[in-house]
């Protein structure tokens, strides 16, 4: 509240709004309330009748207004006789304790307000001493604590150093509550720019504190806003790729003060560049979402690390950067391809992936009715059955192709299979179009159908009237952006190859994508418009993509395409890629953040499915944690018991650098699987990001717990505000109302009104 | 899990196939070609539904110097229909029912990655059709050489090659390549007559002096067949008069069989 308002409000009101927000309305009338009102009306009758005796000169409306003018003053009069007053709680002084809590993280450094924000927590609670802690220890048992990362107790302002790598605001809180839960404690006060970047949500601490109505009062330091910054927000990335892969990445940049203006965002990787872009900044208070394309070459653990210059006038320059860890997988990732007929799909499909090592197509094609033929297999036995009849067949491959392969070909529990293949595995699926495939292959109603990302419609091949379209390709406004159709060194290059393609095939008509699903490629031609060429979506786990086409090979054949042209390979190649790049293995391990400080703690979760990727809650799971020293340490993971199939355990990194988490999972003396990640132990950056005082977030922390926002410049009333409180040993005082000069100056008003209103109309 | 085709399917075809058509004479290719279908009107709309099938038997229209008739032509087009129509009953490829001819030199060509040309012996590539055939091959297309014979039609056929694929060499296809498995088992090549000297049922060979069938090949750096060569063997003839009781079966059967492989691996390869 503005300090200028609050002043007005006590001068008329007598009192500060906190003791009418915290008061209990009360009339203590020494009389009858009877008598006063009888008094009332025999003061309002004698003008009353006068006013009805003046005949002509007034209208009955005159009558009205002068009349009620006079009743107002005269019930404002009763109303102060009534005697109102507000009971308010106020604490006994000298019994109640109150919690200090000084934010002493890093980012207390920054200078953003001519001084830095630390500067007035020494000029508040440095040795010389403020009014501010004068009127607090008047009344309350002060207790200091310094929070950043950990909470201490703390017993004067030398003990604060402005260096915690962390904001944990809830966590702070806790630690207050629990360590003055025997005491009377009048409320919390929390000195802090409330850049909490815990991660950990307030909730609970703030219901704690209101349950117990421990009010907590917020003093927020630093500008909510920066004069010159720019900061990059956020990093999306994907935490593991196959090596040559296309990455995506979204960049979120933030600024203020450089509207208009062209930065420079660079990808490093150990070092070398591997992407670089102008970015124009977006209007004040607009975020700039960046994609970020580039390929990964080398295998394993990469640091890429996203970076604009700093400008020479920047606020705060350390948070221009951010570093991500992507692991860059070199392994061969399974995908069954059924093909319910010869086609030349398979052919250029195989040419296509042939160089990929990462890559390991297996065909399963049925060339005629009961004659199968495969392809790539990795050994004899492999589909000698024909298509999987058991989850543990079909579970064994990242993603399946379906090619013309009538719905009927299935058994319904193998149906449901590939559905679950795809929600419970996280398989992907890939559905191509043909005679026998989608509608067209009587997929309609069937569990396929349910998981597939477009709406399937009536089918219309028969044999009379076979749909066919020749359809030129093109990218929707999401697939210009999109990792699979990223076919060309740029997305505007690639935008310009996709319009140069030939036209493809389609025998299935599908213009509707269901909700949730996304278009990347439509087509138009032979009389059609916007047919889906290429849609996906997630489905469980898992990812579906429609293709319905059936010639995407012309791509590589047609006599505009130039033999070196690799437009078809690379196109099978992401797509393929994208398709299994968030697919799980049977053992997952996973860490919250990719960067942890050293002493912080983190936890390791493992998830551990059979090879039917049914979980498993009987597996002996052990964490080796091999150290930036090269020193190995085994962690043994235990069941979390709240979650089926995940085993967790703590770790504390104790030194810089990166670590290797190998997570072993063996069930009765057989090895169940194996996995890999990584993590960075560095110094945490998240200081210098999102820095600005968030007055919102202390403004709901007090308002929900019933304190008060403070700013340096308001704060001077905090100790005559903290007074009025229920929490700790309080006692009621009574705060008469009749006598506020906001009384006075009402009826004063009215009966000036009153007599103005006379002498306009002429009866003075 | 593939299944023994028993011989009788091709008795089959003859039986009941084609031998219900009706085959005449038309100028539809000039000179060119044989015996045409006469076509009820189920047909020719079924020829004119020609747009979005998978397969398409497509014959390659070359330059020549046949004294007669365009050596392309030979067997043209019943033996490409009556082998379509076995294709279509023996497998399940989405096979269109009738012949395609494509000029070597057509943008087209490249459409239609499964390319049969015959009489070789005969060939004689402009440089338009050199260039086109060349980019087909290149870019993926899979040619199957039929019918030519003796010595001097093979460096005809060699010389013509060579200039369509100069940095490859052909060389003989081994028994035990995946294509004499792609879908039938083929454990032996057979040499087979045309149908003068089948319905004679003496000798088999067109050499002056006896010649045995050869299975040859061109391969690309990724050891992937681009060109299959039946030479000294007359596989056009067994599909063409199939229906006929005097042809063998024996000849007809494996045709068929070898026909259908190099579809199916063509496709898949």
């Excluded at chain 1, 419970?424 to 069937?446: F, K, P």
């Excluded at chain 1, 997305?491 to 310009?496: L, N, T």
């Excluded at chain 1, 993971?637 to 104790?654: A, K, R, S």
């Excluded at chain 1, 929900?704 to 006692?731: I, N, Q």
Aim: aromatic share 12%; glycine share 8%; net charge negative.
């Amino acid at each position: 509240m503005a300090p200028l308002f609050e002043n007005a409000f006590e001068f008329l009101f007598k009192y500060r709004p906190v003791v009418f927000e915290n008061g209990r309305f009360v009339f203590n009338a020494p009389w009858p309330v009877f008598l006063l009102l009888g008094i009332g009306l025999v003061l309002l009758l004698p003008p009353l009748v006068g006013y009805l005796r003046v005949r002509g000169k007034l209208s009955k409306l005159d009558t009205a207004v002068l009349t009620g003018l006079r009743a107002t003053a005269i019930g404002v009069v009763v109303l102060c006789l009534l005697h109102p007053m507000l009971i308010v709680a106020t604490v006994v002084p000298q019994e109640n304790y109150l919690g200090i809590l000084i934010d002493d993280s890093r980012s207390m450094q920054i200078v953003d307000d001519e001084q830095a924000r630390s500067e007035f927590i020494y000029e508040q609670f440095g040795p010389e001493g403020s009014d501010l802690v004068t009127q607090l220890s008047d009344r309350f048992k002060l207790r200091f604590f310094s929070f950043a990362e950990s909470v201490e107790r703390i017993a004067s302002s030398d003990e604060l150093s402005f260096t915690g790598s962390l904001t944990k605001l809830g966590h702070a809180l806790d630690r207050a509550r629990a360590e003055l839960s025997t005491v009377p404690l009048a409320g919390l006060v929390v000195f802090t720019d409330g850049a909490d970047n815990s991660g950990a949500s307030l909730t609970e601490s703030m219901l704690q504190l209101r349950s117990r109505g421990v009010p907590v009062h917020t003093v927020g330091i630093g500008r909510e806003t920066f004069d010159r910054d720019i900061e990059i927000t956020r990093v999306e990335a994907p935490r593991a790729v196959l090596e040559g892969s296309a990455v995506v990445v979204d960049v979120m940049i933030a600024h203020s003060g450089y509207s208009g203006e062209t930065v420079q965002l660079n990808v490093e990787d150990g070092g070398r560049i591997v992407s670089s872009q102008d970015v124009e900044l977006p209007r004040e208070g607009e975020i700039a979402t960046v994609q970020v394309h580039f390929e990964v070459t080398d295998p394993g653990p990469r640091l890429f690390r996203f970076h604009i210059l700093p400008e020479p006038d920047e606020l705060v320059e350390e948070n221009n950067q951010r570093e991500v860890l992507v692991l860059v997988r070199d392994r061969r990732e399974k995908i069954l391809y059924f093909e319910g007929e010869p086609r030349f799909e398979v052919k250029f499909l195989r040419r296509a992936v042939a160089d990929d090592d990462n890559l390991q197509v297996v065909i399963l094609q049925r060339t005629a009715e009961n004659k199968f033929a495969r392809y790539d297999v990795e050994h004899q036995d492999e589909l000698a059955g024909g298509f999987p009849t058991t989850r543990e067949e079909l579970f064994q491959y990242r993603a399946l192709i379906l090619g013309s392969v009538e719905a009927s070909f299935f058994t319904h529990d193998q149906l449901q299979m590939i559905a679950e293949f795809v929600g419970q595995r996280g398989g992907g699926l890939l559905v191509l179009g043909g005679r026998n495939a989608l509608a067209e292959g009587g997929y309609a109603g069937t569990p396929i159908d349910n998981v597939l990302p477009v709406v399937l419609q009536a089918p219309t091949d028969n044999d009379t009237a076979r749909f066919f379209a020749e359809l030129d390709v093109e990218l929707t406004p999401f697939g210009q952006s999109h990792p699979v159709t990223q076919i060309a060194a740029s997305p505007a290059a690639s935008a310009e190859r996709w319009a140069e393609l030939p036209a493809i095939s389609t025998v299935n008509p599908i213009f509707e994508v269901k909700p949730g699903a996304s278009t990347l490629l439509t087509g138009s031609g032979d009389g059609i418009e916007d047919a889906v060429v290429l849609a996906f979506q997630r489905f469980g786990k898992g990812r579906v993509v429609a293709f319905p086409v059936q010639d995407s090979w012309i791509w590589q054949m047609h006599a505009d395409i130039p033999l070196e042209d690799m437009t078809h390979e690379t196109f099978w190649r992401q797509l393929l890629r994208w398709l299994i790049s968030s697919v799980p293995d049977q053992v997952m391990a996973s860490i919250p953040k990719d960067r942890v400080g050293v002493e912080e703690r983190t936890t390791i979760t493992t998830e551990v499915t059979d090879s039917a990727f049914l979980k498993v809650n009987d597996a002996d799971v052990t964490a080796y944690v091999t150290m930036p020293s090269g020193e190995e340490r085994a962690f043994a993971m235990e069941w979390t018991v709240e979650e089926d199939g995940e085993y967790q355990v703590d770790f504390v990194p104790e030194e810089n650098g990166l670590y290797e988490i190998r997570v072993a999972a063996d069930r009765d003396g057989e090895s169940v699987g194996v996995t890999t990640t990584y993590f960075q132990a560095a110094e945490p950056v998240e200081e210098y990001f999102g820095a600005q005082m968030r007055s919102s977030l202390l403004r709901r922390v007090a308002d929900e717990t019933g304190g008060r926002f403070y700013t340096p410049e308001t704060v001077a009333t905090l100790p005559e505000d903290v007074r009025y409180t229920e929490s700790g040993s309080t006692v009621y005082e009574e705060k008469d109302l009749w006598d506020m000069p906001i009384v006075f100056f009402l009826v004063v008003g009215l009966v000036a009104t009153e007599w103005g209103f006379r002498r306009y109309r002429g009866l003075v | 899990m593939k299944l023994r085709q028993r011989p009788a399917i091709l008795l089959l075809i003859g039986a009941t196939g084609m031998g219900a058509s009706v085959w005449g004479f038309s100028t539809e290719y000039g000179s060119a070609g044989g015996q045409q279908p006469v076509l009820n009107g189920t047909q020719l709309e079924a020829r004119d539904s020609k747009r979005g099938r998978e397969f398409y038997f497509t014959r390659a229209m070359y330059s020549g110097y046949g004294r007669r008739y365009a050596s392309w032509s030979v067997d043209f087009p019943k033996a490409d229909v009556q082998f379509l129509f076995g294709v279509r009953r023996l497998t399940n490829i989405d096979a269109y029912e009738f012949e395609n001819p494509v000029r070597l030199d057509d943008p087209n060509l490249r459409r239609f990655p499964f390319l049969y040309a015959l009489e070789v012996g005969r060939m004689a590539l402009s440089p338009a059709e050199i260039q086109g055939l060349r980019s087909y091959l290149l870019a993926g297309g899979f040619l199957v050489i039929d019918d030519f014979w003796d010595m001097d039609q093979w460096q005809n056929f060699e010389y013509e090659i060579s200039q369509v694929l100069p940095e490859y060499r052909i060389v003989d296809i081994p028994m035990d390549h995946p294509l004499l498995s792609a879908f039938y088992e083929i454990d032996e090549i057979l040499q087979v007559p045309n149908r003068s000297l089948a319905a004679a049922g003496g000798r088999t060979w067109e050499c002056w002096t006896r010649c045995d069938p050869v299975l040859r090949g061109i391969f690309d750096e990724h050891n992937r067949l681009m060109v299959v060569i039946n030479w000294n063997t007359d596989l056009g003839d067994a599909w063409e008069w199939v229906e006929q009781p005097w042809y063998p079966w024996k000849y007809s059967n494996f045709a068929y069989k070898l026909g259908v492989n190099m579809i199916v691996y063509g496709m898949s390869h």
